[in-house]
C-alpha cells in the first residue's frame, strides 16, 4: 500500500512491537484528527474460497508529524506458536498485507484490503478516566454517595447554597463512615490500609469537589502581604504579587488555586515567579524544601515554561551560587529535535538517544513535563511524587480536559499544593466526540471548579489577573466588556499595541483593517500527497503586497519577523 510503510527487522520476535508509519492525507488540517494517544483501528477483509473473512486490531498513536501528514503507531505482535501460524489470527493478516509486495497483491483475484478508521475509540484522556481513576477510588464510595446523597455529587458542583453544602458534606462524611465500617468488618486493616484508603477519597475530592467542610481556607479579608525582600521580576503588579503571596504562604490551604488570566496579562510570567520564589524560599530554610512539578498540556507549553526558568535561574543573582535545578521530562517517542536546543542539558536520553524517565528525581528541584507524561514519572511505582512533591503547578489547565489534568493531580500526594492557570474564556479542550462534549469532557477542571461556591472570590483560593501587556486599548475594550465584567486595562507599550497604528491611515484610534477582496475565487486543491486542501490566489497575492507594504514604509520600522500570517489551509499556506 503506497500510504503504509513497514519494515521487520531480522532480530524481531513474535512478541516485539511493530511499529508502522502510516501516510494520513488530511491530518495537517485535523481531517482526520489524530493526536499522539489515540486508537486506531485496522479492518483486514480477506476473501479465501468463496469465503471473506474480517479481522480487526487495534494500534496506538506514538508520533504525528503534520508538515508531512505521516503517524507512527506501535501494535504489539501477538505471541503464538511460530508452528501453526493460522491465517485465522488478525496480526498475522495484518503482517501479511504489510509485507507482501504490491506487484503480488495486484495479481491476485481478491487481495485483502485494510481499511483504517480514526476516531472511532477513546484516546489518553478517556482511557486513563476509565482506568486510573476508577481504581484509585474505590466504586463502593461512589456509589454510597450517589445512594445516599440522592445527587450531592451533582449538588456539591454547583452547590450556590451554604446551607445545602452543608447537609451534602454531612451526607459525604456519612458515606465515608460507612464504607470504612463495612471495609473494616472482615478484615483486619493493615497499617498502610488506614491511611491509603481515606487518602483515596480525600485526593478526589480536595481536587474535584473542594468545599469548607473538606479544605480551610482563609477569607480574603485576613490576607496579608508578606514582606518579600526579593522579586525575580520587579515589573510584578498588584494581582500577581497576590498570587506569589497566596501559594507562599499557603492561603488556598488543600484547595486547588486558580490563577484566572485572561489573555496578554502575563499568566506564565506569574507561574515562574512562584516557582523562583519557592526555590528561593527553599534555599534559605533548613527546615523545609520544595520539590516543584510544573505541567502543561502540551510539549509547546511546557518548552515554553522551562525555557523562561531555565533563563530567569541562569541569570539570576538571588541563589548565592548554588541555583536550583530543572529537568525537563519528555514523551519517550518525541523526537529529539523537536526540542528547543538551550533544553538539551536538561533532558535525560537512553542509550538509544530515545527520552527516558529512568533518572534520579531526587536531583531535581524543578520538573517540567506534560500532564499525559506526569503518570508516567512513577514508573517504578515507589511513590515517590506522593510523598517529595510539594507544589504542582498546571499551567493553561483550561485548554487540557479534566481526565488530563487529573493525572498529576491524583499521582501527587494529599498535601500538595495545586495551582492551576488558564483562561476558561478562551481556548476550551478539544473534544471532536460530540456525545462526550454534551457529557462534560469539553468543560475543563479549572472552569469547571470555577463554578463553585468557594471561588466566589470570598477566599484565597482565587485570583484574576487584569492588567493586560499585549493588545492596544481599542481592540481590548469589547472583549473585556463581553467576557471580563469590563475589568481589564490596557497596559502595553505604544511600541508593542500600535506599532503600525500609521498604516491604515484616517483610522489611528482602532488599529483592525476588514481587507475585502472582491475577485477572489477560492477552489480546491490536491497536494503532493493527495490531500484535500483549498486555496484562493488573489487573496494570496493581497497579503504578500500588504506585507510588502509593511515592510517597506520606513515610518513603521517593521521587519518580516514581526508579521505573522494564518490561515486555516495548508495549500493556502504553501501558496503564500
Not at 181 to 201: I, M, R
Not at 321 to 345: A, D, E, K, Y
Not at 356 to 380: E, F, K, P, R
Request: hydrophobic content about 35%; glycine content about 4%.
Amino acid at each position: 500500500n503506497a500510504f503504509i510503510k513497514a519494515e521487520v527487522l531480522p532480530d524481531m520476535t513474535l512478541s516485539d512491537s511493530l511499529s508502522i508509519e502510516i501516510n494520513v492525507p488530511g491530518c495537517g488540517e485535523n481531517r482526520p484528527m489524530v493526536k499522539v494517544g489515540d486508537t486506531l483501528r485496522f479492518r483486514i477483509i480477506q476473501t479465501q474460497n468463496r469465503t471473506t473473512q474480517t479481522h480487526e486490531i487495534f494500534a496506538e498513536v506514538s508520533h504525528v508529524t503534520l508538515k508531512t501528514e505521516i503517524i507512527r503507531v506501535v501494535l504489539p505482535v501477538r505471541a503464538c506458536n511460530p508452528n501453526n501460524l493460522s491465517i485465522q489470527d488478525p496480526y498475522n493478516s495484518f503482517l501479511e498485507l504489510l509485507l507482501l509486495d504490491t506487484s503480488v497483491l495486484a495479481n491476485q483475484t481478491h487481495p485483502p484490503t485494510c481499511d483504517i478508521r480514526f476516531g472511532l475509540h477513546e484516546g489518553r484522556g478517556c482511557r486513563f478516566a476509565k482506568n486510573n481513576v476508577a481504581k484509585k477510588i474505590p466504586e463502593e464510595v461512589l456509589l454510597n454517595i450517589l445512594k445516599n446523597g440522592k445527587g450531592t455529587l451533582s449538588s456539591l458542583f454547583n452547590n450556590t447554597n451554604r446551607a445545602s453544602a452543608a447537609r451534602d458534606a454531612n451526607i459525604l462524611d456519612g458515606a465515608l463512615r460507612k464504607y470504612r465500617n463495612s471495609f473494616y468488618a472482615n478484615k483486619t486493616p493493615a497499617a498502610h490500609d488506614e491511611v491509603t484508603l481515606p487518602d483515596q477519597l480525600f485526593k478526589l475530592v480536595r481536587v474535584m469537589l473542594p468545599t469548607l467542610h473538606v479544605v480551610n481556607l482563609l477569607p480574603s479579608t485576613n490576607r496579608t502581604s508578606t514582606l518579600i525582600s526579593t522579586w525575580f521580576d520587579l515589573n510584578l503588579n498588584r494581582e500577581q504579587r497576590t498570587v506569589v503571596w497566596d501559594v507562599l504562604q499557603n492561603a488556598h490551604g488543600l484547595a486547588p488555586y486558580i490563577l484566572d488570566g485572561p489573555p496578554g496579562t502575563g499568566k506564565t510570567l506569574t507561574v515562574v515567579e512562584c516557582v523562583l520564589q519557592l526555590m528561593l524560599s527553599s534555599s534559605s530554610s533548613s527546615s523545609s524544601s520544595s520539590k516543584v512539578l510544573v505541567c502543561a498540556s502540551s510539549d509547546a507549553e511546557a518548552d515554553v515554561i522551562a525555557i523562561r526558568l531555565v533563563k530567569m535561574i541562569q541569570s539570576s543573582p538571588h541563589f548565592n551560587n548554588s541555583p536550583p535545578s530543572l529537568t525537563r521530562v519528555c514523551h519517550q517517542q518525541r523526537n529529539p529535535f523537536s526540542l528547543p536546543p538551550i533544553l538539551l542539558n536538561h533532558t535525560h536520553m537512553n542509550a538509544d538517544d530515545a527520552f527516558s524517565y529512568d533518572l534520579n528525581y531526587d536531583n531535581s528541584d524543578i520538573i517540567v513535563t506534560t500532564c499525559y507524561v506526569a503518570g508516567l514519572l512513577d514508573y517504578a511505582k515507589s511513590g515517590w511524587m506522593k510523598t517529595s512533591i510539594t507544589h504542582l503547578f498546571v499551567d493553561e489547565s483550561c485548554q487540557a480536559t479534566e481526565p488530563e489534568v487529573l493525572i498529576p493531580c491524583l499521582e501527587v500526594g494529599t498535601k500538595t499544593r495545586i495551582i492551576l492557570s488558564g483562561d476558561p474564556k478562551q481556548l476550551s479542550p478539544s473534544v471532536h466526540s460530540k456525545s462526550a462534549s454534551e457529557m462534560g469532557l469539553s468543560l475543563s477542571l479549572q472552569e469547571r471548579l470555577m463554578k463553585l461556591n468557594i471561588y466566589n472570590g470570598d477566599y484565597c483560593c482565587i485570583t484574576r489577573l487584569k492588567n493586560n501587556y499585549r493588545s492596544h486599548g481599542a481592540l481590548l475594550d469589547v472583549p473585556s466588556s463581553l467576557f471580563y465584567d469590563s475589568e481589564l486595562r490596557a497596559c502595553a507599550k505604544d511600541r508593542e499595541s500600535d506599532p503600525a497604528i500609521k498604516f491604515n491611515s484616517g483610522n489611528e484610534l482602532f488599529p483592525m483593517v476588514f481587507h475585502n477582496v472582491h475577485d477572489g475565487c477560492q477552489w480546491a486543491s490536491l497536494l503532493h500527497n493527495d490531500a484535500p486542501s483549498y486555496q484562493n490566489l488573489r487573496e494570496g497575492e493581497e497579503i504578500v503586497e500588504i506585507c510588502k507594504v509593511l515592510c517597506g514604509d520606513d515610518g513603521l520600522k517593521i521587519e518580516p519577523r514581526h508579521i505573522a500570517v494564518i490561515t486555516p489551509f495548508r495549500a493556502q499556506v504553501l501558496l503564500i
